[in-house]
Each structure stands twice: as structure tokens, then as C-alpha cells.
């Protein structure tokens, strides 16, 4: 059997749920790979990141530091490198579709600001998501039509596509959980509710409503809860107004947390709170959800998607801190009556997992 070569290129996933599905997708394909007769090359931001097996690293470190050396990369040299390497399979795990030469071309979409209208704070804050918002939508177009598939994460996403860009060959593929065997041990307070936010912060992510919903409680209530959320002082423009504007005793800024701390937070947390206004997935929702935790999210299609079917979820209008106030406190006097969610949507030509994307990618 000939020798295939794929190249999987997450140059600019260094960070938070896109590194997550880049590291998972290494860790599979690294599996993957072991009883067949290819060659896997990943272009990746630090290759001291990864350490799985049977796979090629090139780093490119200068990637994050700047957008023109991320464009310079996509659509000057990885003509170059696709040349050299000549692969058979290109797949760009990242929403760019590159300049390169390949037997098939795959992109994996999953940067949500092109479906979302950026707000005041947006702009003030992070002005790239206000940029992006316009922007992303142009550049996502570049090359687009050159993929033999273009894969997304959720099916509000493919309708929104096949919309925007009158293209047809798109594939849902539902980001596949993957554990870690030996998450970190992590203590908290017993004496307290321990609700659990993990999120870079950016203003889309929505912590105000969980602050506003906390000063509407009684303090009775207020007392039992503890909420941790992954950022800390100096870590975005966001997080600094968060902190310097609610300096609530609940709050608990741990900061940024490595994978297996965060799946030690699973493990601990009594209930997972996610108010964001924009993902294409929410994958902290899918791993709450295989820890069988509680979960009180936003009342948007991403997250009854990302969720499927599952019994112990409540929803909350992400711009009613009153009902989410009326959820937490539910949850606390343990009187919860949870919405629970169902699947609406047809599976059978989605692909589930990492070994059925890959099976796809390289099949004859």
C-alpha cells in the first residue's frame, strides 16, 4: 500500500477551546496512524506542547504574534512547504483556507464572529472581535471554494454557510470528547455551592450577567455560593473591568488553568455555568456533560446543539440576570426542576468522532 501523507495545520491554536481541539485531534490521529501506512505532519504554534507519537511537529511560534505573519503563512509560504511535502491531504484545522498544493484540500471552520453582531463593549475592549466581526467573513471566502469539504461544528453554522457563501459540500462534525485519564486533584470549599465558568475573557463571554444576577440575590443565597472563573488581573482589557467593576466575594479569579486542572474543576464543581453569547461549540459544555454535572446555560442554538440530549440542563436569556438570579438560587435551596434538552437535528451524515474525519479525509 502506498504511503499517504496528510498535514494537519493549527498554527495559530494556541489557547482555549481552538487548542483543545487541536490537541485532541493530534492525540486521535496519533492513534490513528499506528497500524497504517501514513505520514502525519502537524504545523503547530510550540511543538513542546505535544508529545503523542507517530507524528511530524513543525512549529511556528511567530504565528500568534501577529496577523500579517499568520497571512504571510497561509498564503505565501505554505505554497512553499505544500510543494515540498506534497501531501495528499492539506487539512487547515483553523477557518483559513490556505494557498497550497494538494491532492484534496480540507478546512475545519469554527470561529464564530462572522454570524455575530459585536456590541459597544466588543469594540471597547477587544476591538479585533469588532474587526473580525466585518472582516472574518472575506477572508473566511479566500480559497473557500477550493476544499474538496469544508467541516463545521454545528448545524445552525452549515445553513448559516451554505447562506452566506451559496456553497454545498459541507460536513457537521461534532467536536469529539476527549478525557483526560488523570485530571488534577483540586480542593474547594464544601461549604459552598461550587459553580464553575471556564472561558478566556472577551466580552462575548458574557460574565456581567452572572455578576448582575449575584447582586439581585438575597444574601442568605449569596453566601452559598462560590463561582471560579479562568482569568485573573492583567489578562485582557475584559478581565480587568470584570474585576475592578464587580469585586464580589463570590467570585473566584483562579486564572488560567491547564487541561488537567480544568478537568479536575469537573470533577469538583457542583455545576457548570456558561452565560456566552458566541460559540460555534461551547466544548465546556460537552465535557460537563460527561462528568454528568449540572449545567445552567444560554438560551442559544449553539448550546442546546452542543449539549444534544442531556436531562440536567436549565437555560437562561443571556440579557435577563433575573432569570439566571432565579436559577441559581433554585439551584441552591436544591429545588431545581431542569428544562433538560433533546437532539432536533438528523445525525446520520454528520461525522461523530476523529476517526470517522479522518477515515473521510483520506478515503480514495
Known amino acids: 500500500m502506498t504511503q499517504k501523507t496528510i498535514i494537519l495545520s493549527g498554527i495559530n491554536m494556541k489557547e482555549g477551546g481552538i487548542f483543545t481541539i487541536l ?30 507519537p507517530n507524528i511530524e511537529y513543525i512549529a511556528f ?28 491531504v492539506w487539512f487547515s484545522l483553523h477557518d483559513v483556507s490556505p494557498n497550497v498544493v494538494a491532492k484534496k484540500r480540507f478546512v475545519y471552520f469554527h470561529h464564530p464572529t462572522i454570524f455575530y453582531k459585536s456590541s459597544f463593549n466588543d469594540w471597547k475592549y477587544n476591538y479585533k472581535i469588532g474587526v473580525f466581526s466585518i472582516l472574518y467573513q472575506y477572508l473566511t471566502k ?38 483526560f485519564t488523570n485530571p488534577k486533584t483540586i480542593k474547594l470549599d464544601a461549604s459552598k455551592m461550587q459553580l464553575f465558568y471556564p472561558l478566556i475573557a472577551r466580552s462575548f463571554k458574557n460574565v456581567e450577567i452572572i455578576a448582575e444576577a ?18 485573573a488581573k492583567g489578562d485582557s482589557k475584559y478581565g480587568d473591568f470584570i474585576i475592578r467593576k464587580y469585586p464580589l466575594e463570590q467570585f473566584n479569579f483562579i486564572g488560567k488553568l491547564t487541561r488537567e486542572e480544568v478537568f479536575g474543576y469537573y470533577k469538583s464543581m457542583d455545576c457548570l455555568i456558561f452565560p456566552s453569547k458566541l460559540e460555534t461549540w461551547g466544548l465546556p459544555l460537552s465535557e460537563a456533560k460527561a462528568f454528568k454535572k449540572p449545567i445552567l446555560a444560554a438560551n442559544l442554538p449553539y448550546a442546546k446543539e452542543s449539549l444534544g440530549d442531556y436531562e440536567k440542563v436549565s437555560f437562561f436569556d ?29 445525525k446520520n451524515d454528520q461525522l461523530n468522532d476523529w476517526n470517522s474525519i479522518f477515515d473521510y479525509l483520506l478515503k480514495d
Open 318 to 346: 443571556t440579557e435577563n440576570p433575573k432569570e439566571l438570579a432565579q436559577l441559581i438560587t433554585d439551584f441552591v435551596m436544591k429545588t431545581t426542576q431542569f428544562d433538560g434538552n433533546s437532539a432536533t437535528f438528523d
Open 61 to 88: 511560534p511567530e504565528s500568534k504574534k501577529s496577523w500579517i505573519k499568520r497571512l504571510y503563512y497561509e498564503y505565501f509560504y505554505f505554497n512553499k512547504l505544500s510543494k515540498e511535502l506534497q501531501p495528499d
Open 142 to 179: 479566500i480559497n473557500l471554494k477550493k476544499n474538496h469539504t469544508v467541516l463545521v461544528q454545528q448545524n445552525w453554522i452549515k445553513t448559516e454557510f451554505e447562506k452566506l457563501y451559496r456553497i454545498k459540500n459541507i460536513k457537521v462534525c461534532n467536536p469529539e470528547f476527549v478525557a
Open 23 to 52: 490537541d485532541n485531534c493530534l492525540q486521535k490521529i496519533s492513534d490513528y496512524a499506528e497500524d497504517k501506512n501514513l505520514k502525519v505532519i502537524a504545523l503547530v504554534p510550540d511543538a513542546s506542547q505535544f508529545n503523542y
Open 214 to 231: 449575584l447582586q439581585l440575590l438575597p444574601d442568605s443565597i449569596k453566601n452559598k455560593i462560590q463561582i471560579s472563573l479562568t482569568f
